[in-house]
């Protein structure tokens, strides 16, 4: 095996985990309940990774939360699912892979729920494809809003965006809050849930915020593992053809660390590496993920001799263009409300607006690439519902002044400022004007799948995705090619263990998360399907270190 050799070393654990995601904290998780010594080493100054930024929902089927409220699922229904929207996408989705990540879930959660984790389920959110065998909704999970103050100066250092208590299920509701009296409610719970925890002392933090609080409360406040800010990653150290540490930079200094039963890889993909991307994507890219995650990991697994797959995918969605200096935001119930439809350059529709933003990613790559694309919305559209990416008049003012947004009182006048043929940007509307009256899209089928009704609003008839655009003013926002992270990275069997292009094994080097091939190959099966496997790929790590001869 290539690489580094060392005999000496200035500290040594059992396991070192690179990275402070779902991934590292699990796989920290898994290998301190065993009884092992860990370290865990984040390159940059905040740790949690893109799970904190991210809506922290994990895809789990069959978990023990579905089985305590009689939810009916099972294993052969959750394989059934993958094959049917995964398939085969190589060795990351064998079917090996499939079933370990399914039976991996009861010892994550059932682990987790030990250490003072609490989760609940996201009831009425569906898989990304319901309709097909094994489909269903409420798979996911996420974490009960949890006291931030729990784990005291941590929290300076969390890379959470959203520090309020809010749910998964909270999310849907909240858009339509001005329109639907469950939308509504459930804003009233929110802001009773966000007071009450004030008042109580409290404050309370939920989805990926959440979710990293829980991880770092039951790691490394409550197993005392160790966690290393601004320890980037420089070296895997090998001896006796086997990975036995890592080297990092640490206080200006080269610190080498060795780890007696592994290294875990679970640093997150090469989201904002633009090299990377454009040899792998075609496109710089327009990640909503950490921005630490630059793929050195990754680079140095191969150095070492592993495999990588699925280079050249990502978690793709479609995001609003963000000015300079500021980041993009990712779009995923805004585009399936009704009142609105994303066109390309043309003017011209290309998809289902409502479906899996990994499929909306997917057909905008192949349709043109990192061509023009533009969301074109109604009055209603703004005056109905809350959208993520409006909420702030100064980053509007930036993008109308970026030619990133347009308003204008007609169709016409519209697609004159955005640079698309007025003609066909009217045909193309009065088109979706008709599939919006009779109810159904008789181009893309928006609207047929319970996935896409998820995020519709059950006011509007006959199609709670279909609202027709007849209204002004009318806005327009371009719309990029965006994503949630990478998605490929370093090829592992069903305990997280590297693996060579051959196929044999790099004993001591494991990676779990967007540093390695995903299980979930091509594709996004339901809520919260690049945490939940990373979770439990982690584990699976940890518990495999665990039984591992030092």
Not at 5 to 20: A, N
Not at 70 to 95: I, W
Not at 376 to 398: C, F, G, I, Q
Not at 485 to 498: F, M, N, P, S
Request: glycine share 14%; aromatic share 8%; hydrophobic share 40%.
């Amino acid at each position: 095996m290539p690489g580094p050799t060392t005999s000496t070393h200035d500290e040594t654990y059992d396991v070192v985990v690179v990275g402070t995601g779902s991934a590292g904290f699990a796989a920290a998780l898994g290998a301190a309940d065993s009884g092992l010594t860990v370290l865990m080493v984040e390159s940059t100054d905040k740790w949690g990774g893109s799970t904190a930024m991210s809506g922290g929902g994990m895809w789990l089927p069959n978990n023990p939360l579905m089985r305590r409220d009689r939810a009916g699922d099972s294993r052969e229904e959750a394989l059934a699912y993958l094959e049917e929207t995964v398939g085969d996408a190589g060795p990351a989705t064998s079917r090996a892979r499939k079933e370990a990540f399914v039976d991996g879930v009861d010892d994550f959660v059932r682990t987790a729920e030990k250490h003072g984790m609490r989760f609940m389920r996201a009831t009425d959110y569906p898989d990304y494809y319901p309709e097909l065998p094994g489909g269903k909704i409420g798979r996911a999970i996420e974490v009960r809003a949890v006291d931030r103050k729990r784990i005291g100066d941590w929290w300076g250092s969390c890379r959470a965006l959203m520090p309020l208590p809010l749910a998964t299920d909270d999310m849907w509701e909240l858009e339509r809050s001005w329109v639907t009296p469950s939308g509504f409610v459930r804003g009233a719970r929110f802001v009773g849930r966000t007071v009450g925890g004030l008042v109580r002392g409290k404050l309370l933090v939920g989805i990926g915020a959440g979710l990293a609080v829980s991880f770092l409360d039951a790691v490394v406040q409550r197993q005392g593992v160790n966690l290393w800010l601004s320890s980037p990653l420089e070296e895997l150290l090998v001896e006796g053809g086997r990975v036995a540490g890592v080297r990092v930079s640490r206080d200006g200094r080269s610190t080498t660390i060795r780890a007696r039963r592994g290294v875990v890889l679970a640093s997150g993909g090469f989201d904002h590496n633009v090299e990377w991307r454009q040899k792998n994507h075609g496109i710089d890219g327009a990640s909503s993920g950490n921005p630490g995650n630059l793929g050195v990991p990754i680079a140095l697994a191969q150095d070492v001799g592993a495999a990588l797959s699925l280079m050249d995918d990502a978690w793709w969605g479609a995001s609003t263009a963000a000015p300079e200096g500021h980041d993009p935001s990712f779009l995923v119930g805004e585009r399936s409300l009704p009142y609105g439809i994303i066109v390309d350059a043309k003017g011209e529709r290309f998809a289902n607006e409502s479906e899996s933003y990994v499929d909306l990613g997917h057909h905008m790559l192949e349709h043109d690439g990192d061509g023009a694309y533009w969301m074109v919305t109604d009055v209603r559209h703004a005056r109905r519902y809350l959208r993520s990416y409006a909420m702030d008049p100064r980053l509007n003012k930036k993008m109308i002044a970026d030619g990133l947004m347009a308003k204008a009182g007609t169709l016409t006048e519209l697609a004159t400022t955005i640079g698309v043929d007025p003609q066909t940007l009217g045909a193309t509307v009065e088109r979706f004007n008709g599939f919006a009256r009779t109810g159904v899209d008789g181009d893309f089928g928006r609207g047929n799948s319970a996935y896409d009704r998820y995020y519709g609003d059950p006011t509007v008839h006959p199609n709670p995705n279909l609202g027709a655009l007849e209204k002004g003013p009318f806005t327009a926002v371009r719309v990029v090619v965006g994503d949630l992270g990478t998605k490929g990275g370093v090829l592992t069997d069903v305990d997280g263990r590297a693996l060579r292009e051959d196929g044999s094994v790099i004993d001591g080097l494991y990676a779990a998360g967007n540093c390695s091939a995903s299980v979930m190959g091509r594709t996004y099966p339901g809520p919260g399907s690049t945490i939940g496997p990373a979770a439990v790929f982690g584990m699976r790590a940890g518990r495999h270190m665990a039984r591992a001869q030092a």
